[in-house]
DNA sequence: TAGTGGTCTAGACCACCAT
DNA sequence: TGGTGGTCTAGACCACTAT
């Protein structure tokens, strides 16, 4: 095992140090269980509270889990869904009469629902009225907030905003928007998504989105900032997926300009 | 302040969400020095520990940093590079002679750094072999590790595979691999990336990640991996980017099909 | 030197879970 | 019921920063 000096001083690095050792080394495999807080302080012969820090800085690495009056187990790797551009296509739509997250939950063997929690008029957030190519003051847009399950587990949280005088008047403002969803109806209106751009960072979830997608410590979100241009390059949506980090991933394919 | 009482049980809890109140509010603003952990401990009622697991929240949050003998300050919104596909293009650097990571420091007005860290001969981990369409047992590449400063500052480290037959005895075992880079390199082996594909997660940075990057706690880690196709669609080289999330994002431009 | 965060101790009680 | 993690207390000393 090799020696980290600059982290080995501290009694709580120590034992961080130790633990991390076995659990790299697989002698802790995912989903088994550490000892005890308690035991692991007797062990190294330090305060409970001691040992405790070291477990929390494993649970930051992301490496354990501590589940309540169980215990603490070091962390299961979990299936990863890989979305790419492919989720806004309507061509897998059209063949197999399922949206890209039903067609993904259906592989997996994973019970799919959709929950609509909010349509309203609102203004929109600047960075998104930047991106129909507006000032917020002056647009007007509805919001559909939209949260993603496999079985009964969160696992993204969506946002859309479309300009009111394109929702006004249409399924949009209903919970169900009927077949095709959304794009469906925005074709009607004359809007082809042509060109798609995401904009994607990572974040650290915020108080009420890890309440929302209960989100255990250690695990950040991933954030996209989707905008659809239609066949004239113009703007005429833009979506915000907040994705639990350790469920999801993206995949983009691009050619390359010479 | 508002009362919240789902999370106003525990004095920890509310002492954060007294804070994060206040900086949602705008009344601490970003760089602001928040009340010492003592000032917030009496203020409260609660000990000193109280008032630091508090604090430890909000840090987790990614809202507050913590400065060793200077105090807890309300963290400022850094300025984002948003890399996208066009970091591979070589167009710029035949039109600027810089490389995009060189172009996009200009523009910031800061002093770029690439260090080579380690350039070796070793076999893949296991995805990398799997995006070269290889079995890891049956593989040699070169492996090359470059991490990228802005003003000293670490930004992302890169790690970057290429079959070691297409390696040997090029510029590509030195550090300085000369004009257009390891893609120049490349060319003149006959590869040219026709296509990319990147694949991205994000999660908490390794324990050794975290210190190479000098992450403050509570940022995470945008991990991309590059696999680079050439004219006949075969892959002949792999990359993975791992940036601290809060100084850097991605942006994909790309068609739709119908 | 005074004030700050960083770490540690040695207890205590509570909430949750399995048996 | 016993073991587990979750939280809290009231101290202590150290390391760093500013003045």
Same mark, same amino acid.
């Given at each position: 095992?090799? &020696?980290?000096? /600059? *982290?080995?001083?501290?009694?709580?690095?120590?034992?961080?140090?130790?633990?991390? /050792?076995?659990?790299?080394?697989?002698?802790?495999?995912?989903?088994?269980?550490?000892?005890?807080?308690?035991?692991?302080? *007797?062990?190294?012969? /330090?305060?409970?509270?001691?040992?405790?820090?070291?477990?929390?800085?494993?649970?930051?690495?992301?490496?354990?889990?501590?589940?309540?009056?169980?215990? #603490?187990? #070091? +962390?299961?790797?979990?299936?990863?869904?890989?979305?790419?551009?492919?989720?806004?296509?309507?061509?897998?739509?059209?063949? %197999?009469?399922?949206?890209? $997250?039903?067609?993904?939950?259906?592989? &997996?063997?994973?019970?799919?629902?959709?929950?609509?929690?909010?349509?309203?008029?609102?203004?929109?957030?600047?960075? !998104?009225?930047?991106?129909?190519?507006?000032?917020?003051?002056?647009?007007?847009?509805?919001?559909?907030?939209?949260?993603?399950?496999?079985?009964?587990?969160?696992? *993204?949280?969506?946002?859309?905003?479309?300009?009111?005088?394109? /929702?006004?008047?249409?399924?949009?403002?209903?919970?169900?928007?009927?077949?095709?969803?959304?794009?469906?109806?925005?074709?009607?209106?004359?809007? %082809?998504?042509?060109?798609? +751009?995401?904009?994607?960072?990572?974040?650290?979830?915020?108080?009420?989105?890890? @309440?929302?997608?209960?989100?255990?410590?250690? #695990?950040?979100?991933?954030?996209?900032? @989707?905008?659809?241009?239609? &066949?004239?390059?113009?703007?005429?949506? #833009?979506?915000?997926?907040? @994705?639990?980090?350790?469920?999801?991933?993206? !995949?983009?394919? $691009?050619?390359?300009?010479?």
């Amino acid at each position: 095992m090799s &020696q980290d000096p /600059a *982290q080995g001083q501290l009694p709580s690095r120590r034992i961080a140090h130790a633990v991390r /050792a076995l659990i790299t080394a697989g002698e802790l495999a995912p989903g088994d269980k550490l000892p005890s807080e308690r035991e692991l302080a *007797q062990r190294f012969g /330090a305060a409970r509270n001691t040992a405790r820090e070291a477990i929390r800085l494993l649970a930051e690495e992301g490496l354990v889990t501590a589940r309540h009056g169980r215990g #603490v187990f #070091v +962390r299961e790797k979990q299936r990863m869904v890989r979305w790419g551009s492919e989720r806004y296509s309507r061509r897998t739509y059209r063949e %197999t009469g399922l949206t890209p $997250f039903r067609l993904e939950m259906a592989r &997996q063997g994973k019970t799919p629902r959709v929950e609509v929690t909010s349509i309203e008029q609102v203004t929109p957030p600047f960075d !998104v009225a930047e991106r129909l190519k507006a000032s917020p003051e002056e647009l007007s847009t509805l919001r559909r907030c939209n949260i993603y399950y496999a079985d009964d587990e969160p696992l *993204q949280v969506v946002t859309t905003y479309i300009r009111w005088a394109d /929702a006004e008047g249409t399924p949009l403002l209903q919970p169900e928007t009927g077949p095709g969803g959304i794009y469906g109806r925005l074709e009607e209106r004359g809007y %082809t998504m042509t060109t798609g +751009r995401d904009e994607i960072i990572a974040r650290m979830a915020s108080h009420t989105e890890a @309440h929302t997608l209960q989100l255990p410590p250690g #695990v950040p979100v991933l954030d996209v900032l @989707h905008t659809s241009l239609d &066949q004239r390059g113009e703007p005429f949506e #833009v979506s915000r997926f907040v @994705h639990r980090a350790d469920r999801a991933g993206l !995949v983009y394919t $691009f050619s390359i300009e010479h």
